[in-house]
């Protein structure tokens, strides 16, 4: 299978490009590294069956060649960096998509939307089905993102009714492991850096509200099985597992071996409260469930970040396009 990964630099997107290699995929990753680091692809380079293409989505898609799967990441996702790109989000979530769905449309492939909880906005029902039709705010701060990806969701079901799109719809629930940006604002690699630099741990508010937190190789095996499978969706994916963000902070701060304190800073404009995926879609229709324990996946994660400091001292590689 010739696989194309928008957004293939990122966190999750450059997890995926090794899965589908390792699945003797070939595989073309598409990224502007707006948002994704060069680093994160870097041994994947002089791999013969992956090619690296530097495009912006929104601008388009020129892929050389057939392709049987597109899956379509390309997007800010972490609050910080789409509220610093709120213009670019909005764009990517529908050029960006549209031109993803043209290609698929192209070459009759497969197209997987990794769409996001986001869409539940502040949530009304918990935990979160996917009849839920969600409760956002259409002109906050973090509508861009929101709106984009329902825009984005709206987009991908109309190319599946009007022009036979084999499209699904994946709705991903916070997901963190190694890779994730030390700086992107989210609240697993903002407490695993303050945990090993012994710095204060920042809980947004009282830290009772909760998230529900996916291991990034949990999540790409539902990725894959989802494109696979062909269901329309949205599918939920993430993992049923509710903590408060304070337990977290304590969970990290424990992996960590730190004695940092917790520090209570405000919550952002619209932050959800409660964060919780009904997964029995994904159970029902892709016999997918999360397997990794938060303890296991912390242990990975902040080994990672250990690691980083050093992987960052090396050069970065120059990528062509
Ligand atoms: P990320 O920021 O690490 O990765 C996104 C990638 O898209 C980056 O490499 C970025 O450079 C690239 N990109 C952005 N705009 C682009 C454009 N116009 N053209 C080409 N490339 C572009 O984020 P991530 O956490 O890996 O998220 C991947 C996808 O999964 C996103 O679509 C996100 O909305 C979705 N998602 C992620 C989570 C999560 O917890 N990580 C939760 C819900 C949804």
Redesign the pocket.
């Known amino acids: 299978m010739r696989a194309v990964v ?8 450059s997890h995926l490009c090794e899965r589908l290699l390792a699945q003797e995929n070939e595989v073309v990753c ?8 060069a680093e ?1 692809i870097a041994p994947l380079l002089d791999h013969p069956r992956f090619r690296f293409l530097h ?5 388009g898609l020129e892929i050389p060649g057939r392709v049987d799967a597109v899956y ?7 609050p910080r ?1 789409y509220l610093r ?1 709120p213009v ?1 989000t909005l ?2 979530g529908s050029y ?1 998509t549209r031109n993803a769905l043209e290609l698929a449309r192209r070459d009759g492939a497969a197209f997987l939307l ?5 869409v539940y906005g502040d949530p009304q029902v918990h935990p979160q089905p996917e009849s839920y039709w969600g409760n956002v705010n259409p002109i906050g701060p973090r509508s861009v ?1 929101d709106e984009a ?1 329902r825009f984005g969701e709206a987009l991908t079901a109309a190319y599946r009714r009007t022009h036979g799109v084999r499209a699904t719809i994946v ?6 492991g190694p ?3 030390a700086d ?1 604002g ?1 609240a697993v690699p903002a407490f695993v850096t303050q945990a090993l630099d012994g710095l204060p741990l920042t809980v947004t508010g009282d830290g009772k509200q909760t998230r529900s937190l ?1 291991y990034v190789d949990d999540l790409v095996d539902g990725l894959v099985s989802a494109l696979e499978s062909g269901v329309p969706g949205p599918v939920n994916l993430g993992n049923p597992e509710e903590v408060t963000v304070r337990e977290l902070a304590l969970a990290v701060r424990e992996v960590c071996g730190s004695a940092s304190p917790l520090t209570f800073v405000p919550r952002p404009e619209d932050d959800p409260q409660l964060r919780r995926p009904d997964i029995s879609t994904a159970r029902r229709e892709l016999g997918w469930e999360p397997r990794t324990p938060l303890a296991q996946g912390l242990d990975r994660t902040v080994a990672w970040f250990r690691d980083a400091a050093s992987l960052r001292e090396e050069a970065v590689p120059t990528l062509a396009a």
Not at 6 to 13: I, K, L, R, S, W
Not at 114 to 118: A, N, Y
Not at 171 to 176: A, G, H, K, L
Request: glycine share 12%; with cysteine; aromatic share 8%.
């Open positions: 928008t957004g293939g630099a990122g966190f999750v997107g598409v990224d502007d590294l707006s948002t994704g680091r994160n495009q912006d989505v929104t601008e379509h990441l390309a997007s800010p996702a972490s960096d790109l670019e764009l990517v960006g990794t769409s996001t909880s986001e993102y990806k709705r991903i629930f916070n997901t963190y890779r994730m940006r992107d989210r996916c």
